[in-house]
């Protein structure tokens, strides 16, 4: 079996340089791309197995895009990696159906990590400032 499949967006480019060279050594970088709607269509065209995104995207949010991904392609694990701490945002992005939630400021301790862990089909949560607890339950 081959590498996992990856593809990430951010709208911001020095993030995407970021979070390819951090993941390429364990898992294959399909794709990269800059807003929502160029997420789901190369979600569509490359089928990865794991999509990174960011929750603030232009054209459509990262947590719109995941829910259009995930109706087409429910098998797709999907991971934020994002500035926002907030545990109601947390929560939101895990009903969605996503698999794992990474604070930006951790990606670089987090980022590989829960990304073996949502591939085992784990639900992984960076551990949010102030020790805040969430409910990790995920309506199937």
């Not at 999907?78 to 929560?91: E, I, K, M, S």
């Amino acid at each position: 079996m081959g590498r996992t499949r990856v593809l990430i967006a951010d709208n911001h480019s020095f993030a995407l340089g970021q979070w390819s060279a951090l993941l390429e050594p364990e898992f294959e970088v399909v794709g990269a791309v800059a807003d929502g709607l160029s997420l789901v269509e190369a979600s569509r065209r490359l089928r990865p197995d794991v999509v990174i995104t960011d929750i603030t995207m232009p054209m459509l949010d990262g947590l719109s895009a995941a829910e259009r991904i995930l109706g087409a392609a429910p098998w797709t694990r999907v991971v934020f990696v994002t500035v926002h701490a907030d545990p109601v945002l947390v929560q939101r992005s895990l009903q969605t159906g996503a698999a794992g939630y990474v604070l930006k400021a951790l990606a670089g301790e987090d980022l590989v990590t829960a990304l073996r862990a949502v591939v085992a089909g784990d639900t992984f949560v960076s551990v949010l400032p102030c020790d805040e607890r969430i409910s990790m339950q995920r309506g199937h």
